[in-house]
């Protein structure tokens, strides 16, 4: 398993693991499409991303690497002030599992999560929902090469 899966994979078990205990949990996924439903917990589907930078290291070699994968947040609800209460409370949550480990358990140097983007749209079976794109920065160093 490379590096850069190794550290998404600890990003998402950890999301998972941190996230269990809220009632109701939101449903944790990783690269899956969206479901036609939201759970009533809410639904974070963690989005790989892309490497942003790669840093040669010449003593041994080996690269710093920072990826940004995303974390999107959707939650439903029967009203704005509903929808908006359960995402934010999701927000802090996410935000503070990370921040519980920021090496998410030696998978990392570091993990920090940046400012989430937030929409309104249209999922079937809800009213209205409301989503929100969390940027998660991981920094990492790989052995011999960025991919590796």
Known sequence: MSQRETAIAALHARLQAGLAARAPAPLVLRNETVPQRVPSGGLLVLRDGET?????LLSPLA???EHRAEVEVTVAGATPAARAALLDALLVDIAAVIAADRTLGGAVDWAQPGSPGFEDVEVEGAAAARAALVPVTLWFTAAGSPLS
């Open 52 to 56: 942003a930078e790669e840093t040669p």
């Open 63 to 65: 690269w710093a690497v």
